[in-house]
């Protein structure tokens, strides 16, 4: 029997993807974090594993001068800033970042981040083996699309996106995903000796709407 069968896709998930201007060096990024680790405690809240180090929350400060950190927030902001006004309108305000350190055998439970516009990490060191970072649907979604209930997958290699409950990114050095913080994720085990370093962080919206529109109406 021959239909005309179309296939549209409703409530995506967007995740964007991009990586720093190579003019950016990450060793000297690196290097702060190291530092701030001898100096500072682990706090753990998703980060498990021997020796793992997650540090304290800290923001962008616009008159913090001679600070590679610091000025990685800078563009990972203007970043953030420029996929929010691609479909909407407002500021994007950087709420916290954070570093990581994954030691072999260390990863991150599956988490979400409440209350977060816009979260995402960016890898400053990973090597092959790094351990990916793996992004799940929620539960109905993930019993919905089973095979038990719709069937045996004809390429289990290559499944298109609306039969996926979860997607993986291996993590490359440079790389920076973006996602909504209500989107469940968590990293896989380093499986090599290298430490996996990244930069978490997460973004409010500020939209003065209220106010355009009194201008408008006056």
Not at 7 to 30: A, G, H, M, N, Q
Not at 47 to 75: C, M, T, V, W
Not at 106 to 124: E, F, Q, R
Request: aromatic share 12%; net charge negative.
């Amino acid at each position: 029997i021959e239909m005309d069968v179309t296939r549209d896709y409703y409530f995506p998930k967007p995740v964007w993807r991009t990586s720093l201007p190579r003019d950016i060096k990450l060793e000297p990024i690196v290097d702060q974090i190291y530092r701030l680790e001898k100096k500072s405690k682990s706090r753990h809240r998703s980060n498990i594993g021997p020796h793992a180090f997650q540090s304290e929350d800290f923001k962008y400060d616009a008159d913090r001068k001679d600070d590679a950190l610091n000025d990685l927030l800078f563009h990972i902001g203007s970043l953030v800033q420029a996929i929010h006004q691609t479909d909407r309108k407002g500021e994007v305000v950087l709420s916290n970042a954070w570093c990581n350190i994954n030691r072999k055998d260390g990863m991150n439970i599956p988490h979400t981040h409440p209350g977060s516009m816009y979260s995402g990490v960016i890898w400053l060191k990973a090597s092959e083996g790094a351990g990916e970072f793996v992004i799940n649907e929620n539960d109905d979604r993930i019993m919905l699309q089973a095979e038990p209930w719709y069937g045996r997958l004809k390429d289990p290699t290559n499944p298109p996106p609306h039969w996926c409950s979860e997607w993986s990114f291996k993590p490359k050095e440079g790389d920076i995903l973006v996602f909504p913080g209500f989107l469940s994720h968590q990293v896989m085990p380093n499986n090599n000796e290298d430490d996996r370093i990244s930069v978490s962080f997460n973004f409010q919206v500020y939209d003065q709407w209220e106010t355009e529109k009194e201008n408008e109406d006056g």
